[in-house]
């Protein structure tokens, strides 16, 4: 047993993380201890064991590299064949980053420290990872919602979709998504910066999640519960809706078409989509919406693991991989046609349904 005498504030070594044990009298010190004493925070990780920490380790790492991979080969591919400069890649390359971005933002610190054995992260480090964490995490969301809108323009009106779907139309969405974006997480970490921590500074999960974080706190967090409820409810649910509304009407002209090649082609082009709505959107609507009771927060890191891991990997494979143009763009990729081509073709917004 290890003993702070002067907070009277005691742990035992249980396994491979410190089981922390606080009495009524250590009470009114804790609470003395602020947020600007708060160095740094322990993450406790995945629920494995020690001996499994090199298995998931290697599966983890497998997996990051597929995903970074993966969706740098799309943006590539969009960048350079101006076959796939259309609305619908246009946001799918911006998608594919911000899917580079949310998993790095958590998943090289989670590996570091599955790899060093060490838990510590800094408290400003653990702020920015909640920053940013947020950031792309509301503008995977909107994303999402914008390509369905983009999918139900181009079925249900293509009569009327290069006139709608223009250029700067394109890149004011991707502004806004972008603004509403920042501008809600830099809410979320003012009003995290204003709290002050108690002297148990262990973090129940392999990254800084904010909910968790809270709990940690000694100050009134009613506020920032509120915030992140109606805020980030309402991105996630209007999102999710909007994206399911689109996909609604889609179904609806569908079943419309004359021709069974025209429902194949129709399905085909959004049904990779509406997996990957489901996937991300439903997965952080059940964890926002039905959190996991304190002992059973193994299942909130698994769902947290399926949409900050998982889904960024599968996005190439079940969204672009299996698309004819992306194969045809990959194949002359691999020729070298494009590479070593000397005309630059500049980015146009014209669509054609594939």
């Known amino acids: 047993m290890i003993a702070c005498y002067d907070c009277h504030y005691c742990y035992l070594s249980s396994g491979t993380f410190p089981i922390f044990l606080r009495s009524k009298q250590t009470e009114s010190c804790i609470r003395r201890e602020n947020q600007s004493s708060k160095s740094e925070f322990l993450l406790l990780g995945l629920p494995i064991q020690p001996e499994q920490q090199a298995m998931f380790f290697t599966l983890f790492l497998g997996m990051y590299l597929i995903m970074v991979l993966g969706n740098l080969l799309i943006i590539l591919l969009i960048r350079v064949d101006s076959r796939l400069h259309t609305p619908m890649y246009f946001f799918l390359s911006h998608l594919a980053f911000t899917d580079v971005s949310f998993s790095s933002v ?14 510590s ?4 480090s653990c702020v920015t990872q909640i920053y940013f964490f947020h950031i ?4 995977d969301n909107l994303l999402l919602a914008v390509m369905a809108y983009d999918r139900y323009m181009a079925i249900c009106h293509p009569s009327h979709y290069t006139t709608i779907m223009r250029e700067k139309l394109c890149i004011f969405i991707l502004a806004g998504s972008w603004s509403l974006s920042c501008t809600s997480a830099l809410c979320h970490t003012i009003h995290l910066a204003q709290l002050s921590f108690c002297a148990d500074n262990t973090i129940s999960h392999f990254f800084c999640e904010l909910a968790a974080l809270l709990k940690l706190s000694c100050s009134d967090t009613s506020l920032n519960e509120v915030f992140i409820f109606t805020v980030g409810g309402l991105v996630i649910t209007l999102s999710f809706i909007g994206a399911l509304v689109s996909y609604g009407r889609i ?5 419309r078409f004359p021709s069974i090649k025209g429902i194949y082609k129709a399905l085909a082009t959004c049904g990779s989509h509406l997996s990957v709505v ?20 193994d299942k909130d890191i698994i769902a947290s693991v399926m949409y900050i891991v998982v889904t960024p990997m599968l996005n190439p494979f079940i969204y672009s991989l299996r698309k004819r143009d992306i194969k045809g763009a990959m194949g002359q990729l691999l020729r070298k046609e494009i590479l070593f081509s000397k005309v630059t073709v500049p980015y146009s917004c014209s669509y054609v349904i594939h």
Do not use: E, R
């Open 106 to 119: 958590t998943i090289p610190k989670m590996l570091i420290n599955m790899h060093t054995w060490d838990q």
């Open 121 to 124: 992260i800094p408290y400003a």
């Open 136 to 139: 792309f995490g509301c503008i």
């Open 251 to 255: 179904g609806a002209t569908i079943l």
């Open 278 to 297: 489901f996937l991300f959107c439903g997965t952080i609507m059940v964890l926002h919406f039905f959190p996991s009771s304190s002992n059973s927060n």
